[in-house]
């Protein structure tokens, strides 16, 4: 099936490429390590195709496929702008998307810095993406825990009065990604601030509040 998607990409054969793609991830683990090697850097050339359906394809694989370093593949779309002019192409969110289910260390920085961005779609899907972070190491994932339910605190604390449609919109949109970041990091699924705070307490305490 690489081969299938390399020559689909050199011929550029969109249907050949997107059905190799869909293909690719349940058939990586079966392979050799020099079979797995090959097939990441072929998705990886694919995820620079101009196509996007090709490169969203390519997005999805690496995600699911989930090996060692491949956010690398992801490139540019890891970086938006800080602010940008008119619609938001939507290779950014899928790429952010991707990256959360690789959950490669090297890209945590990146995505907690995304999910404060000035743009709604990025800062949602990335504060979701910090959930598949799973295999961090107890501390660092314990850390990146309480962060987020910090965060819900703070997305909860200023009067609602106060805030124009656009933030209520905004806040209400975060506090739900970062629940939904926090179901994905800690496995429990609190239906409330009260609930994520009295978990906060508890594991503030203990080495491992993951067990529990």
């Known amino acids: 099936m690489t081969a299938q998607l390399a020559t689909a ?4 054969s969109i249907p050949d490429a997107q059905q190799a793609l869909t ?23 694919a995820a620079k195709s101009d196509d996007l359906t090709v490169r969203h394809g390519a997005f999805a694989a690496l995600g699911t496929i989930r090996a060692k370093g491949s956010s ?3 490139g540019r779309w890891l970086n938006p702008p800080k602010k940008f002019k008119g619609e938001i ?5 899928e790429a952010i998307r991707a990256a ?9 920085a990146t995505l907690e810095d995304l999910s404060d961005h000035g743009d709604l779609a990025i800062a949602e899907v990335a504060t979701v993406a910090l959930g598949g972070f799973k295999d961090l190491p107890t501390k660092r994932r314990k850390a990146l825990a309480l962060d987020l339910v910090t965060r819900l605190e703070q997305l909860a604390a200023t009067p609602r009065r106060k805030w124009s449609e656009e933030m209520a919109t905004r806040k209400a949109a975060l506090a739900a990604a970062t629940t939904a970041a926090l179901r994905g990091l800690t496995g429990k699924d609190y239906q409330t601030l009260e609930g994520w705070k009295k978990w906060k307490e508890t594991a503030e305490k203990e080495a491992n509040p993951f067990d529990s």
């Open 89 to 93: 192409p939507i290779s950014y969110p």
């Open 100 to 108: 959360g289910q690789i959950a490669d260390p090297t890209t945590l």
């Open 23 to 45: 293909a690719l991830p349940a058939l990586y683990p079966k392979g050799t390590e020099e079979q797995q090697k090959a097939a990441v850097e072929t998705v990886g050339k």
């Open 9 to 12: 990409l050199d011929t550029g």
């Open 72 to 74: 690398k593949y992801l």
